[in-house]
Nanobody
Framework: QVQLVETGGGLVQAGGSLRLSCAASGPIVGINDMGWYRQVPGKQRELVARITSGGSTNYADSVKGRFTISRDNAKKMVYMEMNSLKPEDTAVYYC??????????????WGQGTQVTVSS
């Protein structure tokens, strides 16, 4: 069973920083894209940042210049450094991975979510 486990959420004041980590485990042959999404109550889950296996990245306009996504392919981990946090960054953050399994199959997996709260 493939699992994604996020750590690093919490409460921080506006202008502060947090670092999210996500570890993938299970019968994984490889991982294509990994990323972070976020969701607030009553709204759809939205992309924050994604990174390909080769290291190419894309970010939501709202976080460009403040958030940095990175990954360690050997450890099957993805990270996101969040700086200059704003109250509007408050959300549950979800880790995402497009995982390659045996027999050339692929599935998308999500973590359980970690709460990030930014106080003003």
């Amino acid at each position: 069973q493939v699992q994604l486990v996020e750590t690093g959420g919490g409460l921080v004041q506006a202008g502060g920083s947090l670092r999210l980590s996500c570890a993938a485990s299970g019968p994984i042959v490889g991982i294509n894209d990994m990323g972070w999404y976020r969701q607030v109550p009553g709204k759809q889950r939205e992309l924050v940042a994604r990174i390909t296996s080769g290291g190419s990245t894309n970010y939501a306009d709202s976080v460009k210049g403040r958030f940095t996504i990175s990954r360690d392919n050997a450890k099957k981990m993805v990270y996101m450094e969040m700086n200059s946090l704003k109250p509007e960054d408050t959300a549950v953050y979800y880790c995402y991975a497009a995982v390659r399994l045996i027999f050339r199959s692929q599935n998308d997996y999500w973590g359980q979510g970690t709460q990030v709260t930014v106080s003003s």
